[in-house]
């Protein structure tokens, strides 16, 4: 009988942050595509678009105008998710079938640059390190609201991952409950560390760092990998070598280092298909519900789509949404890949 | 202070199957949308196509020649994601972190019909009895397999769902171990047996008879609703009528009733925006372990991601990912315009 070969064989492997399992199935890259071709973005988009309602002094869907803002700019999603208002609710407890529950929360869009075509990983360390400023004053801010407990920063990259606008922007959305992936890895963060008094990341990162086999980026403040577990075929977590639970506890220096490791990250994701890479992102931290969290490790992942080429991403579909998340590339090589990439952007290169 | 109203306010609903919840917001579907559109399907496809490797006669990638089928054709996966070999293993039982299992498995392709165009909606009751019929036979030859514990059907219809190629088919991944999804579903239908020895699914089903809210489809044996817990925006789920855990339960006039269900729900799919309506469908039952699973309930989801028209479909991207799924439009109001649409097929009403 062969030996099992991790390279190799099919094999699924255990996710111990939300406690599921991934399908990888190594041997089956060579597939050939004969299916669908996503469109690529343009390359050639003005620096200012007056038709976009992200520009600085645009109007937007409301009527606003947009201020003639330098940096990064914030203000309230226009057609938000979650309501501010507060719902009278009574709860019926012996309820099992139609369980629902009024959700309370306050949804804002963070334009990362007034200009309409530069995406982070063309963008200076120190402007993203403004956009870092800003996630902390949001996170502050938001989080000191009486009944927010949970701030989710993320973004859409791309119109592939529903990004309806190219205008470099992310979005904030905060609420009263845990979402359901956010409330997962609370509980698996807080079983390890109720068991082990250390942290579940802090202790996978050490065992990475001696692996050496799926590090992408590493600096002296933070790591970018491709986890063991990953089910996108270029998905990468950034963990922070030091153990804290939330991005208002980074030092000046961390937030330096940061916004380095995200352009560099996105340079190389950018540099992998040349083309404008698409992903969504977010940032993990600890709730803001006024406990303390010693099991969070903060982290950021990256979910980006694109499979083979510019143009052919992998589809979570039909196994993958009734079975479980399937892959073909293994995250060994993926890592190998992404490491290989330079980390100068390919369209300023010479 | 306003009183909850769950068609207007902001609110997130419980999925008891797999212990999970989904944010709804019922304001947000006036949303103006300028992201990303789908290509529609060409209706103009040739019944025969010299180029596909399903049509009958044809060659396929590994050199066999497809028979002259008549109903359906079941065949091995070229680019099978499992492999039959049997693996040598050994299990670390202390490892946390880089847990990974060989998996074996076999992964088929059923055609459903000869004819190049022709997809469910529009095939004979009889036809679609046919593909039931396969799916029982398989069913049973994979179940039997020694390492066999878990049979998937499943379709990816359309290319946005990752369907490279139009011809009408389904696959089926069989393998050792309950996937991720299933293995949820079968815990909390487990649980709900043991608490209360009926299923989770039989009396949810008594309940929604009752409300008659979100109800697209009855006959005598099976009902396709929009479940309460839905999270695509027409995600819909045939539940039969009486307790059975598996496809090989039915009679012959449940196997009736279940294909003209199919039938229905379909057409009804496409006069929604009259397209060939795109979805991953899924049969969920019982596991092949051999063991009774009187807790399991025979069902089978239908995930379609259309939401405004036939080429602008709903994103499950950054909040999603990072937080929970998230939608637009209440399950009562989807139910409803499904139930409203005809069940004579767009392309064929006079
Ligand atoms: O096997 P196919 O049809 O080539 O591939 C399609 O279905 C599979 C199972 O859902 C997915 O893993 C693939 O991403 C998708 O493109
Ligand atoms: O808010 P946006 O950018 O208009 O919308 C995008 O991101 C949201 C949050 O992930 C998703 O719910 C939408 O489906 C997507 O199109």
Known sequence: MKNFNINEDPHRRYNPLINEWVLVSPHRSKRPWQGQNETVSSDSLPEYDPTCYLCPGNVRANGEVNP????????????????????????????????????????????????????LPEM???????????????????????????????????????????????????????PTEVEKTQNNQKAYYDKHATTLLQDYLQEELKLNERIVIENDHFVALVPFWAIWPYETMIISKRHFGKITDFTEDETTDFALTLKQLTTKYDNLFETSFPYSSGIHQAPTDGELHPEWQFHMHFY??????????????????M?????????????EILKNQSQSHYKHSI
């Open 304 to 321: 980006p789509p694109l499979l083979r080429s510019a143009t052919v991403k992998k589809f979570m579909v039909g196994y993958e949404m």
């Open 124 to 178: 200076s360390v120190v402007a993203i390190e403004n956009i870092i400023h800003t996630w902390q004053k949001e996170y502050i801010d938001l989080g000191n609201v009486d009944y927010i407990n949970h701030v989710q920063i993320f973004e859409n990259k791309g119109s592939v991952m529903g990004c309806s606008n190219p205008h470099p922007h992310g979005q904030i959305w905060a609420q009263s409950s845990l």
């Open 323 to 335: 079975g479980e998340s399937q892959r073909d590339i293994t995250p060994e090589k993926s890592a």
């Open 68 to 119: 003639a803002y330098e940096n990064d700019f914030v203000f309230e999603n226009d057609f938000a998710a979650l309501k501010q208002e507060e719902i009278a609710f009574e709860e019926n407890a012996t309820e099992t079938f139609f369980k629902a529950r009024p959700e309370r929360g306050i949804s804002r869009v963070v334009c990362f640059s007034p200009k309409h075509n530069l995406t």
